[in-house]
């Protein structure tokens, strides 16, 4: 099994107050990525990332930041989080080339905004 | 635009019956990959399949099958003999190499009944 995991895996919080997901890997991969799963909707693309400090918005990125200081580690943030962002989160790790577009998928993170 | 369909929201069959799993791309890309991925009810992301855009060959992996077809933008997705171990919900994704991004289809939740 690829070395990714969340944290936390589980977490309430309140409107308004700040959040922050870390994803981390072992497995020294380029390439990162946040989903956010929703039912109906599958997995939507919240951000990635394609190296250190480099980072792009995908799909839904409104609402959220992200960070990359190390390869090992990619930060999904909500600066005020809404119940909008009431969701199961996924962090997903990708090597490219040969394995490109093969990702790797952490556990999820389940975050609930009151 | 980029969009991948998985106009089958749920699909119910019993046991050993065949089931396909529908799968329709978009893209202006013509290099690309497509990916099949399974959700079991414990919720990890489990990787099936990649094809890339220049291969068209059918691919068969025991009990699974997979369809690209390129002149209806169709990458389907078969299962003969099903199981209830099969009952998941399935994603269908597109990864474009022009910008990184690996896109997901809303996903199929297959109900395997015995």
């Known amino acids: 099994d690829a070395g990714i995991t969340q944290s936390p895996r589980h977490k309430v919080t309140e409107t308004g107050t700040p959040v922050t997901l870390r994803c981390h890997q072992t497995e020294n991969h380029r390439y990162m990525y946040w989903y956010r799963q929703d039912p109906g909707h599958g997995l939507r693309l919240i951000h990635y990332s394609y190296g250190v400090k480099d980072t792009d918005k995908g799909e839904v990125s409104d609402g959220y930041s992200v960070s990359r200081s190390k390869t090992e580690d990619f930060l999904l943030t909500l600066e005020s989080a809404t119940s909008s962002q009431t969701s199961v989160y996924f962090c997903?790790?990708?090597?490219?080339?040969?394995?490109?577009?093969?990702?790797?998928f952490g556990e999820g993170s389940r975050l609930t905004v009151l | 635009a980029q969009k991948v369909t998985q106009a089958q929201t749920e699909i119910s069959v019993v046991e050993k019956e065949d089931v396909t799993l529908d799968c329709v791309y978009e893209t202006r890309d013509t290099t690309y990959y497509l990916f099949w991925y399974k959700q079991p009810p414990s919720g990890e992301l489990v990787f099936l399949i990649r094809r890339n855009s220049f291969d068209e060959q059918n691919e068969i992996s025991g009990r699974y099958s997979w369809n690209f077809q390129k002149s209806t933008s169709s990458f389907n997705f078969t299962i003969t003999a099903s199981q209830v171990v099969d009952s998941a919900v399935y994603f269908c994704?597109?990864?474009?190499?022009?910008?990184?991004?690996?896109?997901f289809g809303k996903g199929t939740r297959l109900h395997i009944l015995p």
């Open positions: 997903a790790i990708s090597d490219g080339g040969a394995n490109t577009g093969e990702l790797f």
């Open positions: 994704a597109l990864f474009m190499n022009r910008d990184d991004k690996i896109i």
